[in-house]
Each structure stands twice: as structure tokens, then as C-alpha cells.
């Protein structure tokens, strides 16, 4: 068996969704709720023909790191693209409604001490709604939206993206919806996939096949100048852990000072991004990139994660981290 | 009296009426390719378009559709691969009829299709040596079309490090009276080097791009599972470790990629560095990269380049062999010469084997050919020098009373790997080949064997490993692929004590059987496990193309 200990080194992008849950937390921690062994799984999927997974793709459970009581929600980019079903989607709210209703007894209990309350972790893979069942994967993209919402003032909700098939779909709005977002540069984060892109709007727009092209438009390190991945961490799961400790030790307000969404001052900031793509008309994320100030751009994508924290310049100026 | 310089008086008439083509020297204008072919190329003659499953004549290819079917048509093709569009357009055309050739891979289902409507005649599927053979007999091309990297305006070309097919198709085709055209990336003042001299090509033209090349050789370690890893651990120490194999070929495929990645780890824990993997007949594989680096190997010839590999191969002179220039050669008839007679040991993957042990990449609706797999894979009965690991096989030959008389001789190792069910839960053992199938349909005299039973000595499935060559009788051979055939429909039929049997004979082989703990057999054991660690293994040399970077 190998350790708590030998699993933090271990890459975060090749991990289990049960793996990310498990390691992130303190040692001995994690407590898995609604596991395969409560074999709840998607009605669906056996009318379709289709094969179940008895965790319906998605890992939930509570831990603690430090103080905290943690909640995860993690995503299996393995059980058909990390879709989100109906079981899954319903899994995902059943951990906000377990982190408020703790958020509730915690702040009478310990009031004015935030190291005592909850928080949640949300590790994306995933393309969005799972297709067989589309009505209620949509019904839970909106009721999870609508949970973030809730939890907001109260309980601290942070987007992890570093696995393989990234954050796409409909969930890539519910991670553009949470308090912050960690990535590591092997991360990806959209709504429409490549494929998809170079199927409506054909090869010389975006070249499905062009894996580069795809890191430059969606990685980590772009969306980490752009200010949509407010952390970059490298690809450990001991990486992602140690920066999610380090938020974690923030007071609720700094913590939340990332959101994208939520004013009208950050829906201005947003309006005034397209404006100016519309202005600059970018051929390459490239170019954006020398936009907010950096020279060499072709070699951003060969820099390692550190090398490119201490030079990158990004929108927001300077490195986040 | 009968004439003896007709083909010489031909070739000089075709010739001639070209000159008026040609802009300097031996240049003609790409503009200009569909006029020159029409003038050169004459009816029924046999053509040779430069193509493989890396480089691609492709510009000339697309213009040899282009031309018109009243003076051009019923060419026979001879060449490698049908791996474009065009290659099969031109007979959709009307401008070929007949195809000779070795390899299909992505044009395989069109292939398959035509030859069934009666839109190509099919001669022979062919494996490259014999294809590149039989130019020197009676397949020789009247005009070759082939790609080089660069040409000067004398006509001498560099081929560089995608050398390939072009020495073989050239040498036929010119010493024979033919007509040689190039096209070229680009025309410069002085070559790196020359490969083909300038008189033995007639006309050069510079593409408006540069030749296709497929890299077809790269594996992304970040695709290996821990059913790779498992296999790779079983044939490390069960085959490479138990015969001491020096000299090999590994076959296209995550398998023997995965091989690769394990030599610097599992590899140097059972002590075999220097024991084993010490020449390789390969194209330069990017998952070789970590062996190298660690000093496993001491010589790699290749077949072709692969795409990002040139500035690595370039720094290893010690390993890999370069020109004058430094880069890259890679003359595949060569390669597959020392792959036919020079390795102790072939070791691939397949689709499809039966419960004899004959194995076929061959579905019902797809002709895909063999390249150079059944010359590697097959024990080559003109051998005559011995090695450690060719003498222990062959003595270990459970019929070779029956062959020889007891007479010593050694053999060849021919290892298939593969997992008991393929993609789509496709099952890789089965009871009749598919190949069967296709040869009825597409009316070829014989099923389309990648590698025959009686060649193959070793079966590798997640399983353990069958040493059929230790069999000594069909049927005891047909138990001992059972026992490794899994939950197929072959494997199902095994029989408990029967396979316990085999394994006291050490006929077959578990992974306990031979002591490797499951719980280590997983993606940990890899040297690399992405692109990435390859290009940093490489101190940045490796530069892969960008369907292969994730960042």
C-alpha cells in the first residue's frame, strides 16, 4: 500500500478522482459519503444499454485540513468523460447542503473564529451535462449554481483544475462561478471543447489535433495571465494541498476578493475583456500574452512552473500567487 | 535481329521531349508537373510513387491525378504504400489500373472497397523487402517519383534524415533506363550532403510544400496503463532477462514503448543493464530516449526519422547513424535487412491471433497490408550466424528432432504481446482469423498472415507468457495459447489441469510463476510518463510536434 506520504508527490493530473479526494485532505482524514458501497448509481444509464458506476462518476466526502472541516467533490474523467448525471449532480448538492448545515452549528459554536468553519473543494474533470441524461445533468449544473450562490458570505468554495480532461462544458461555468480557482499548467478550463470548436467552425479556425494550440487557448498558464486561475500550482497533489493550506489560512474576505463574478464592477471588468479582444483581435493566446507586457512569448509554454511565476507578467499585474 | 537499347532509346525520346520543361538544369517549375508528367509517363507503364508509412511524395502524388486520363491511364503502381487520398484517386481517375504494393494502414477500408467494386486490380500485398526485391526483377518502375529534403539544380538530392525508400527505388528504376522526378522542399546553392547523386535523377521540382511525414513512432507515455506496465514487467523478465537479448527490433505500439520506459527502472533493479537492449534495429523512438540517456544502449539503425527527433539523433553520434553532415541516415531498405537477418529477437503487438498462433492486423473490411512486420517477424531460414540468445531458443525447440534430425540450430525469438481484449472489448483471441473473410472477398489466394504460427515462439498477455516453441506437438501448443487467452472465447476453453501442467514444463508462465509482484505493476514504474519528461530527458533536444505537447 502506499503511504499519505509517497501519494503527495504523485502527479496530480494522473490521479484518481478518489486519489485528488483522499490526498488533499489531512492524513487519515477523508470520509467518503454516498460511496460505491451505498451503490446508488444512474437510472439511465441500464435503459440505454449503457454500463454504471456505482459512485456515478463522481467522488464526495468530508475531511479535515488543519482545523477545517473540508469538504470534496471530486470528478472521475474515466467513467464517461466526467459527465455529470443525475445521481452525481445530486451527490454535488448533497455536499453543500452537509457544509451549510455544518457552517450553522460551527459559527454558534465558535463564533468570530474562521479556522473552525467549513469549506469546500470542488476537483474538476469533466466535459459538463452527461448526454444520456441531459435534463437532469443541466438541472444539476443549476442547482449547483445555485448552491455556490447560497454558500456565499458563509462557507469559502475553491475550483481545483489539473486533470487530464480538464473543465469543460457547462461545469467550466460553475468553476468560473466559485470563490477562486488553483490550476496547475497541464489544467484546462472552457465551455465549448476543441473538438466541438473545430467541428462547427472548422480546421484553420481551431486545429482539434494541435495539442499546443489547445494548452495556449485553454492551459493553466494562459488562463493564469488572463486572471481566471488565480493560483498556478505545479502538478503535485502535494502542490495543489499546499496552496488550497495556504488560502485556507486567509480570513474569509481576502479569500473571496478573486471572485470573477458578482458586482457590477467585475461584470464591467468582464465586458471590457471583450471589447478588447474585439479591438486587438488576438490570432494567438500569444499575442495576448505580449499584450499584458511579456516579451519571448514563444517559450512561456516551455517555462516550468516556477520559472514562469517569477517572470510572467499577468492582466492583473505581477503573479497572483 | 532483335533489339537490345530499346528501353535506352525510349527513355532518351521521353527525355527530350521534357527539355522544353526545364527552366535551369535539371529544375522544372512546379507549375509545370502536370505537363511533365503527361510528357514522360506513357501509357501501361509501371510507377512508383516515394511514399511509406513516414514520407510522402504527396505533391506528386496529387499532381499524377491531375493529369489527363486520354494520354495517361493504365498505369501499374508499384510502390510501399496506398497511404493518401491520391494514391487511390488515380485509379477512381482512370489513370491506374493495377496497384502492386506493401502497405495500407489509413486508406485500408477504401482499398478493400474498390478492389471489390473492380475499380483496381490487385496484384500482390507485399512486405517492403520483397516489394523493394522484386523491383530488381520484375516490377521495376519506368518512372519513380520521390521526395528528397533538397535538391542543388544539378539534380543531386538530400534525402537526410528521412532517407527511407529513396536509395532502393532509385537504384532500380535509373540502372534499369527509367525516369527519376523529385520533388523537393526547397533548391539550394550546396546540399548539407548528397544521398542521390544528379545522374541519377532527371527532373527536380520544388514543391510549393514541404513533403508530409507522419509521426508515426511517437507514443505519449501519458496513454500507458498499468496493463502496459504489467506486461512489460512479465516480458522483461520472462523473455528479454531469461534469453539475454542484445540485438532487436520492437514492433509499433504501447507495449514495447512501454518496454522502453521500464529499462531504466524495472530493467537496472533485475541487473540487466549491459545484459540485454543493446542494439536495436528502430526508428528513433522519442520512449527510447530515457534508456539511451541512462547508457543501456550502444546502436540504433533506423528505417525512417520521426518527427522532433532530428536535433537528438544529431547529438548522439555514438548511437545512431549520421552523415558527413551530422544528421540523420535512414536507409529502410538496409534497416529492414538487419531486421530481417541481424536481431535476435522481433517482439510487437497484433489485433488478431488464432488458436494456432497465427496473427493478423487483417479485418474483413480493411486490406492494410504488412510493411516490414513479417520479415522481422518470422524466424529468417537463411541464417547462418549464431548468438547466445538465437542458440538457447533453438535448443529449446520442442520439435526440433522433427525439423533437423537433432541437427543444432538455433532460432529466432518472435514474441506477440497483447492484452486478451482489445479496443472495444474486441477479443484478441479467436477462433478463425478475420483475414479469412477478406481474402474471400477481396479474392487474394491466401489469407493475409502477419506472422505464421509455426514462427511465432512467444505469446505475452496479461496472463503470463506461452513459450509455444517449446511445444512439442500442435495440440499441446493450442493448450498453452489457451492458458494465456484469458475470458476469450479461445481462453475460455482451458482446462485447469491441463494449464498446470504446462506450467511444471515451464511452457507457461504466470506473473507469480515468475515473481513479479502485481502490486508494483503499475504507471510508477515508468522512466517518463508524459511528452514532457521525454523533452526534459532529452535536455530539450526532443521537439515534439504539437499534437504531442500538453502545454
Same mark, same amino acid.
Given at each position: ?71 470534496? &467533490? ?47 473543494? &470542488? ?123 495556504? &488560502? ?6 481576502? &479569500? ?66 | ?551
Amino acid at each position: 500500500m502506499t503511504s499519505w506520504t509517497e501519494m503527495q508527490n504523485r502527479s496530480f493530473y494522473e490521479a484518481t478522482a478518489r486519489q485528488r479526494a483522499k490526498y488533499l485532505l489531512d492524513e487519515g482524514t477523508f470520509h467518503e459519503l454516498v460511496g460505491p458501497e451505498a451503490g446508488l448509481s444512474s437510472p439511465h444509464l441500464p435503459v440505454l444499454g449503457e454500463a454504471v458506476s456505482f459512485d456515478d462518476g463522481v467522488v464526495t466526502g468530508v475531511g479535515k485540513i488543519g482545523r477545517r472541516p473540508v469538504f470534496v &467533490i471530486s470528478q472521475e474523467g474515466r467513467f464517461i468523460g466526467g459527465s455529470v448525471g443525475e445521481v452525481g449532480g445530486a451527490k454535488m448538492v448533497g455536499v453543500f447542503q452537509s457544509a451549510l448545515a455544518l457552517y450553522e452549528k460551527a459559527a454558534a459554536k465558535y463564533p468570530g473564529d474562521e479556522s473552525r468553519l467549513p469549506a469546500i473543494l &470542488i476537483s474538476f474533470e469533466t466535459g459538463g451535462v452527461r448526454l444520456h441524461e441531459a435534463n437532469a445533468g443541466l438541472l444539476a449544473h443549476a442547482e449547483v449554481m445555485e448552491q455556490i450562490q447560497i454558500c456565499r458570505g458563509k462557507i469559502p468554495v475553491l475550483s481545483l483544475v489539473g486533470s487530464k480532461l480538464g473543465c469543460f462544458g457547462g461545469m467550466g461555468f460553475v468553476s468560473g462561478a466559485t470563490d477562486l480557482t488553483i490550476m496547475s499548467e497541464l489544467g484546462r478550463v472552457g465551455l465549448t471543447g476543441p473538438e466541438v470548436i473545430e467541428e462547427v467552425l472548422g480546421k484553420r479556425e481551431f486545429d482539434a489535433s494541435n495539442r499546443a494550440l489547445i494548452y495556449r487557448t485553454t492551459g493553466g498558464k494562459h488562463r493564469h495571465i488572463m486572471g481566471s486561475a488565480n493560483y498556478l500550482a505545479a502538478d503535485t497533489i502535494h502542490a495543489f494541498r499546499a496552496q488550497v493550506q495556504r &488560502i485556507l489560512a486567509l480570513p474569509y474576505a481576502e &479569500i473571496t476578493a478573486h471572485r470573477s463574478i458578482g458586482s457590477p464592477a467585475l461584470v464591467e471588468e468582464q465586458l471590457g475583456l471583450t471589447a478588447l479582444a474585439a479591438e486587438i483581435k488576438p490570432k494567438d493566446a500569444a499575442e495576448v500574452w505580449a499584450y499584458y507586457g511579456n516579451a519571448n512569448c514563444e517559450t512561456i509554454p516551455d517555462l516550468s512552473t516556477d520559472e514562469f511565476l517569477q517572470h510572467v507578467k499577468t492582466r492583473k499585474g505581477g503573479s497572483a500567487s | 535481329m532483335s533489339e537490345h537499347n530499346s528501353l535506352k532509346r525510349d527513355r532518351t525520346a521521353r527525355i527530350q521531349a521534357a527539355i522544353p520543361l526545364v527552366k535551369m538544369g535539371k529544375v522544372v517549375e512546379a507549375a509545370n508537373t502536370v505537363a511533365l508528367l503527361e510528357t514522360v509517363i506513357r501509357p501501361g507503364d509501371k510507377v512508383n510513387i516515394e511514399g511509406n508509412n513516414q514520407k510522402q511524395a504527396d505533391f506528386l502524388a496529387k499532381e499524377l491525378c491531375k493529369v489527363n486520363p486520354e494520354i495517361v491511364h493504365d498505369l501499374h503502381i508499384v510502390q510501399s504504400a496506398i497511404a493518401l487520398d491520391s494514391h487511390l484517386d488515380i485509379f477512381e481517375k482512370g489513370i491506374a489500373s493495377k496497384v502492386d504494393f506493401s502497405f495500407a494502414g489509413p486508406q485500408a477500408n477504401r482499398l478493400a472497397r474498390m478492389v471489390k467494386e473492380g475499380k483496381i486490380q490487385l496484384g500482390s500485398i507485399h512486405t517492403y523487402l520483397e516489394l523493394y526485391a522484386r523491383y530488381f526483377v520484375d516490377l521495376t518502375p519506368r518512372v519513380a517519383m520521390v521526395a528528397a529534403v533538397q535538391a542543388d539544380v544539378n539534380g543531386n538530392l538530400y534525402t537526410g534524415f528521412n532517407t527511407e525508400d529513396s536509395p532502393a527505388i532509385l537504384e532500380a528504376t535509373r540502372f534499369k533506363q527509367g525516369i527519376v522526378i523529385a520533388q523537393v522542399n526547397e533548391i539550394v546553392d550546396r546540399l548539407p550532403r548528397i544521398d542521390i547523386p544528379a545522374d541519377w535523377v532527371d527532373f527536380v521540382i520544388e514543391a510549393p510544400d514541404p513533403f508530409y511525414v507522419e509521426p508515426l513512432f511517437t507514443r505519449d507515455p501519458a496513454q500507458i496503463t498499468d496493463a502496459h506496465v504489467l506486461r512489460g514487467m512479465i516480458a522483461l523478465k520472462g523473455i528479454y532477462a531469461e534469453y539475454g537479448i542484445q540485438r532487436l527490433n520492437h514492433g509499433i505500439g504501447f507495449d514495447t514503448a512501454t518496454i522502453e520506459l521500464l529499462l531504466p527502472t524495472y530493467g537496472e533493479e533485475l541487473g540487466l543493464k549491459g545484459k540485454i537492449c543493446s542494439y536495436f534495429v528502430l526508428n528513433p523512438h522519442p520512449t527510447l530516449i530515457p534508456a539511451i540517456e541512462a547508457g543501456w544502449v550502444e546502436s540504433v539503425y533506423c528505417f525512417g526519422g520521426e518527427v522532433g527527433m532530428e536535433d537528438y539523433v544529431k547529438a548522439r553520434p555514438d548511437i545512431f547513424f549520421l552523415g558527413p553532415d551530422d544528421s540523420l541516415r535512414s536507409n529502410r531498405a538496409f534497416g529492414q535487412v538487419a531486421g530481417h537477418y541481424a536481431i535476435d529477437m522481433f517482439i510487437g503487438s497484433t489485433l488478431q491471433i488464432d488458436k494456432y498462433g497465427n496473427s493478423s492486423t487483417a479485418t474483413a473490411g480493411r486490406i492494410a497490408g504488412f510493411g516490414g512486420g513479417p520479415n522481422m517477424g518470422c524466424d529468417p531460414r537463411g541464417r547462418r550466424h549464431s548468438s547466445e540468445a538465437w542458440l538457447r531458443c533453438g535448443a529449446e525447440d520442442g520439435i526440433l528432432h522433427e525439423r533437423t534430425g537433432g541437427l543444432p540450430r538455433g532460432r529466432r525469438l518472435v514474441v506477440q504481446m497483447l492484452e486478451t481484449f482489445g479496443e472495444k472489448w474486441a477479443p484478441s483471441f479467436v477462433e478463425k482469423l478475420d483475414a479469412w473473410e477478406l481474402a474471400k472477398a477481396a479474392g487474394l489466394d491466401i489469407p493475409p498472415v502477419m506472422i505464421y504460427g509455426d514462427d511465432l515462439s512467444h505469446i505475452v498477455t496479461e496472463e503470463g507468457i506461452a513459450y509455444l516453441h517449446r511445444c512439442s506437438s500442435l495440440e499441446q501448443r493450442t493448450a498453452a495459447i489457451r492458458a494465456v487467452a484469458g475470458f476469450t472465447e479461445v481462453g475460455m476453453a482451458a482446462d485447469t489441469a491441463e494449464t498446470a501442467k504446462l506450467r511444471e514444463l515451464g511452457i507457461v508462465k504466470t506473473p507469480e510463476d515468475l515473481g513479479i509482484d502485481l502490486n508494483r505493476a503499475n504507471r510508477n514504474m515508468l522512466a517518463a510518463k508524459n511528452v514532457r519528461d521525454l523533452v526534459t530527458c532529452s535536455g530539450g533536444l526532443y521537439k515534439p510536434p504539437a499534437r504531442f505537447r500538453n502545454w
